[in-house]
């Protein structure tokens, strides 16, 4: 009897996978990475065909050596990095490589919309921004016409994915919004939409509920994969609601915190509710939404100062060197747009900047400051949220950051928020592998699995609330100073 589940997350930097009990435990995990190309300024790029290689060495890894059969494995679930545009010709095979969603090249496409059709944002409850797929596609039609016209189908990097395991398309709900033709409120393509934007209905794959079954995998995939043919595979879902219900966030007002490679929050609501400076989608949770705060500086931020400027320390070895600056980090404020900012800015021009900067600066003041700017941007937005009346009082954090109990600590007192850690790597597939199970009827329901266990618990502390304070309010008028700086930037291009 098939008593296994396996998990795929499809992420930014690596694929990752685990084969999870029908109870929610990992028995196995695997990960397998991939370059991100960065042909131009504000390109930001990946090959299709590079994911599926490193789902193939992911899931033949998982049953090669651990003990497990592929007739272990009841299902197959996906989730995926958002807004990919993997853009398949008749034969199924990419015709470029996919742009991120820290990709910026459509913004000219972005501004024509916004100009012609001022009421697509409130169509898809989100706004108008090169990173999603929708001006991609433009981006494609008006510069590459031969591909445009080449195109059979666009789909986002776990329904690329799902095809190549079975060789069926598909959209699922979560990630639909990414399309500007898609009603976030109706959960449907808007036909009249598209044709106003002019993107061809062919291009719109089957929509599909994220734990819904999409189709089985193929002789081929079984043969690249070492999976069962015939093991059926649900479609799966964006990365960061598969994440949130991983980590158990499945109910009105519970939030996960995201302290992975980009950085941010996802709030449960039971009803639709959009914020027109913040991310909405539908949970992979029937009858759910997410309204979340997407910013580009999470993780990623750190790993990058790592790679410049200290990559002999270990990051428990960066941890305690910033542990030794103070609050405030001497003076120093950083903001986090390594690539641009998402909300609650919408800023693709955005840089990132260290403000503050003297001889008496240290490496650790520095570090400290990186760890301070994406409290900060996370503070940005669960304060948008309130706007929209959502208030958050804790955070289940799950991502590599959640591992520092420095970071952690900041990030409670910044936001004034208690913060709990959960086993950060486990989160997405965890979700992906939940959603297979209750598509083929083997888990019974969305609250069936325990939620996995917190580490510590951060609360704030009342004294460093109040310092903090002071270095939120630098860091928004360090925001506002700059905006004129981006702006030039932005009519330079």
């Known amino acids: 009897m ?24 990992a028995v196995a995990e695997g990960q397998y990475g991939y370059r991100t190309d960065y042909p131009r300024p504000g390109w930001a790029e990946q090959r299709p065909e590079d994911w599926w290689t490193a789902v193939c060495r992911v899931t033949r890894g998982l ?43 459509a913004a000219a ?17 989100n706004p108008l921004v090169p990173g999603y797929t929708s001006p991609k596609v433009l981006w494609l039609k008006k510069h590459a016409p031969e591909l445009y016209g080449k195109t059979e189908i666009v789909l986002q990097s776990n329904g690329y994915i799902v095809y190549r395991l079975t060789g069926a398309y598909s959209q699922d709900l979560s990630q639909a919004y990414g399309w500007h033709c898609f009603s976030n409120r109706d959960l449907r393509w808007d036909e009249t939409a598209a044709e106003a934007m002019g993107i061809d209905r062919r291009l719109l794959p089957p929509l599909y509920a994220c734990h819904q079954t999409v189709g089985r995998v193929t002789d081929e995939a079984a043969a690249r994969t070492g999976l069962l043919a015939g093991t059926p595979v649900v479609a799966g879902g964006l990365d960061a609601a598969a994440g949130t219900l991983g980590v158990g966030v499945t109910e009105a007002g519970e ?109 650790g003041d520095m570090l400290r400051a ?15 949220a309130r706007e929209a009346g959502c208030a958050v009082t804790e955070l289940r954090a799950s991502g590599g950051g959640a591992a520092s109990p420095l970071w952690m600590t900041i990030k409670a007192n910044v936001t004034g928020c208690a ?29 069936a699995w325990k939620r996995p266990a917190s580490g510590r618990r951060f609360e704030p502390d009342p004294a460093l609330r109040k310092r903090y304070e002071r270095g939120y309010e630098r860091y928004r008028a360090l925001i506002e100073a700059m905006i004129p700086v981006y702006m030039e930037g932005r009519n330079q291009t």
């Not at 098939?2 to 435990?25: F, M, R, Y």
């Not at 496409?109 to 409850?125: T, V």
């Not at 913060?419 to 609250?447: H, I, K």
Request: hydrophobic share 40%; with cysteine; proline share 5%.
């Open 63 to 105: 049953l090669d050596g651990t003990g497990y059969t592929a007739s272990d494995i009841a299902a197959v679930g996906v989730d995926g990095q958002s807004w990919a545009m993997a853009a398949l010709d008749g034969r199924g095979e990419a015709l470029l490589p996919s742009p991120l969603w820290t990709d910026t090249r």
């Open 2 to 25: 098939a008593e296994l589940l396996l998990g795929l997350d499809i992420g930014t930097s690596s694929c990752k996978g685990a084969l999870v009990s029908l109870s929610g435990e």
């Open 255 to 363: 939030t996960q915190e995201q302290a992975g490679q980009a950085g941010g929050m996802s709030i449960c609501l039971t009803h639709y509710a959009a914020h027109p400076r913040l991310i909405l989608s539908p949970h992979v949770v029937p009858g759910r939404w997410l309204l979340q705060g997407g910013t580009t500086g999470g993780s990623g931020a750190f790993r990058w100062f790592r790679e410049q400027c200290c990559p002999e320390l270990t990051y428990e070895e960066m941890d305690a060197l910033a542990e030794r600056s103070e609050p405030l980090s001497g003076g120093l404020v950083f903001l986090p747009y390594m690539a641009g900012e998402r909300s609650p800015l919408w800023m693709p021009e955005a840089k990132g900047v260290f403000y503050g900067l003297s001889f008496a600066a240290t490496r």
């Open 419 to 447: 913060m709990s850690a959960v086993r950060a790597e486990r989160a997405t597939v965890r979700g992906a592998a939940m959603l297979a199970g209750v598509g083929v009827g083997a888990v019974p329901g969305w609250n």
């Open 109 to 125: 496409e972005c501004e024509a919309l916004q100009k012609s059709l001022p009421a697509l944002p409130e169509l898809c409850g």
């Open 370 to 384: 990186v760890m301070e700017g994406t409290a900060y941007a996370l503070r940005h937005n669960l304060d948008t």
